[in-house]
């Protein structure tokens, strides 16, 4: 049987959970009964920029772990054309032309674990969307109909080289439900800011946040043991439900046929009645699809051993401060790992990590990824992953700063499922490129220019109006006499 994906997210052994999954492709409609149908954007999705454009003469800092001295990206219709040393390629004529000698070039940064736009800034209760705390168990939620476009965090993040993000239900229940993967350009709808057909991820948490939500009502769970029970106890609940509409679906198709039969040759047995589809479930449909392998889903052992039990794979662990205790397990099962650099100690079970946690995953063959869970984190996710790579340094593990630079681009984008197009500075990948005025590990680094899709979303040498109406008419602008 094939092996199912998941992708869980926690805070540490005992933490808090999240993940990332897929588009699920629409079915035939058959009516009222019918399976569900993905919904649609109603705003026209931007598309990749028109033209040709290429960045001359930097330190290309290719997110393979491999770098190019004095290198050139060539961008044709919003996809990377070329890339390679100056000399090497060939610059089209007529082409508009960005100098970045004496600056260095990355992949966008992919932020695998946000809250921006469900729990927008300014923190107001108002526009609080990110966790429905009123059962433990939410499958059936979406973080996208909770997510605000307009939120100033967004524009910030994007001048912080930041170009994709994966937006999550918040901890507060066992299951939280779906995430979504946005590209950051501005839109006045989420679903028009998604990153064409990227896998969904279902947000799970464990340890201490479930059981401090639902204890402190006197309802389960109120200990791990009822997280454990709770995610179980669901997983059989969405095979049984898997099972019935599978069984549904063989019937439907053999008396579809006899029907077609009848309809050419009457003398042909007659199909009977339709069968009938199981009842509609959104919940079920959304673990239903984890099974399939659809969505990507710590207590960290415990959920790989539950995996073993009810056929899914584990994706990536988010908030795993405690990952480098299990890194050989980790890695010998391909499992990511996201984590802060040294973001700790703001509960009890979030003490016991270590500053070279990336380093000392790295190491051992992991796959680390440096994400914020934070508004202002996400502004510096290149100093988080420099703070990282100067931890593991301190330990002697043999680290560089292209290694570090994979933390921020290719493992994130990997772990989301979408490293095929993006999280590398690659011909054939969406141009989603930063410039940098210095190396981005540095803590004076800033971005000169981003691009998402070959969009120029961010230039420093330009006014940039503000992307969200709530910052209209909140800065005071020094105008000449």
Known sequence: MKPRQLSVSLLSIAACASGGGISVPAPEVRGPQSPVVEERAVLKPSAPAEGVFAVVGGTLLLGTGE???????VVRDGII???????SVSVPEGARTFEARGRFVTPGIVDTHSHMGVYPSPHVEAHADGNEMTDPTTPYVFSEHGFWPQDPALQAAVVGGVTTIQVLPGSGNVI???STVLKL????????????????????????????????????????????FTLRQAFIQ????????????????????????FAEDPEAPKPGPEPKSPKRDLGMETLAAVLDGELRADEMLQVLSLGDELGFEVSTFHHAIEAYKIADVLAERGVHAAVWADWWGFKLEAYDTTEANAGIIAAAGGLPNIHSDSENGVQRLNQEAAKALTAGRRLGLDLDEDDAITWITKNPAAAL???????????????????????PLSVYAKTDLVFIDGDLVFDRGRPDPRWSDFLVGTEVEETQP
């Open 185 to 228: 350009r501005p839109r006045r709808e989420a679903r028009a800011m998604r990153f064409p057909n990227a896998p969904q991820g279902i947000k799970m948490a464990c340890g201490e946040n479930p059981k401090r939500v639902y204890g402190s009502k006197g309802r389960q769970p109120m200990s791990r043991m009822g997280n454990a």
């Open 417 to 439: 499922g979408i490293e095929d197009r993006t999280g590398t500075l690659e011909a054939g990948k969406m141009a989603d490129v930063v410039v940098w005025d210095r190396s």
């Open 238 to 261: 969405a095979r049984e439900y898997r099972f019935a509409r599978d069984l549904y679906e063989d019937e439907f198709a053999e008396w579809k046929k006899k029907r077609d039969a």
């Open 67 to 73: 770098r190019i001295e004095g290198g050139t990206i």
């Open 81 to 87: 054309e070329a890339v390679g040393e100056s000399s």
């Open 176 to 178: 939280g439900g779906r």
